[in-house]
């Protein structure tokens, strides 16, 4: 039998009380969170009253250094702009790492980390959570049995009213202030819909042509377009925070059919019969913590940590998509010019880690 995994949290705001927090307590035989770090002391004085016998600390560094460190890997759940510095000193201090998305602000930072996971021999894996969100699941499934054959075109949009907020403790409009999020919605929540997209297409794209809007005047970007071109097909996403309803609205479309997804419905229909496959899969779009669906992603980066797969598929999605995030903005500046990504397959953490693992 295994002991549970100890862990600290850096950064313990809205997603790590309402998200991480409850799947990590309801699993005690999987993790045990024994430390907490975040800037706010209303913060550590909530992590104190939630998690029996949590120490808490101010500066993640003085977590890391604390002669009383007794915990193995590191929740990172700061701002966007503190996860390369973290994930980095935890590396050093031989810490597997769990990342909130996105996992850095820049492309450069997203290698270094995959490159020092690799090195240190350590797991880096990002909080890819619309994976486990049961009507994505649904869609997988439906992906399997082969009926719409394989994926040419899939369509992606997110609709939302308002910015995600923080914490009212500390800066609730962060996302607004590039410092902190390093961009607006592409940068906030791209990361879902491009790792779906890689899953969908099975594959990584080549080139993409991309459109932002700044409807409220802010320093982040409040709406997004952009459509990449894949080896397999293309992906057309839509992101706005300046939506009329709050919706997610997915479309893959295949040889021989299509599955369409608006929140918790999924269709298959299928050429030539006719006939729509109606269903449902519970996901609670509503609640923007996605308590649900952080249990599954949980035991998979215990798995990852228990089978050496330091820097996994996942890892990779979430370079790719910071990629993508960066290209995107590069053809937006650029009047929505067709920009070229990087070729996959030049990852050299992905050699390095086979070599040694
Ligand atoms: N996967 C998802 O569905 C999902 C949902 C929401 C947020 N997120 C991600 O989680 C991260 C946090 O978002 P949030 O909405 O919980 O934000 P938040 O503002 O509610 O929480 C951030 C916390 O980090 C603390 N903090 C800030 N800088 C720090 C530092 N340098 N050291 C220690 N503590 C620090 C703040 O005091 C705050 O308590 C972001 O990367 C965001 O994109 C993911």
Redesign the pocket.
Known sequence: MHQPLKGAI???????ER?HLPAYLAHPERFTITAV????PA?RALAQRLIPGVRVYQ??DAMLASAQRDFDFIDI????S??AAISHAAFDRGLHVLC???ISTTDEDARSMLAHAAAARRVFFP?H?YRHAPVVKRVRELLDTGKVGKIHLVTLQTFRPTH?K??A????D?RRTRRYSGGGIAM?HASHSFYLAFDWLGGYPTSVTAHVEHRAGLDTEDGFSCTATFPSGTAIANLTWNAGVRKVMYSLHGEHGAIMVEDDEVQLALHGTGTVERSTAASDWMD?S?VGWFATLQAEFLDAIRSDDYVGRQAIDALHSIELIQSAYVSARAGSREIALPAPASAPWVVRSMATG
């Open positions: 850096a950064g313990f705001g809205f997603i790590a998200g770090a975040d800037l706010c913060r500066q993640v759940a700061t701002p966007p503190e996860h909130e998305k996105p909080s959570n995600a923080g914490t403790e500390w800066r609730p962060w906030d923007a996605h």
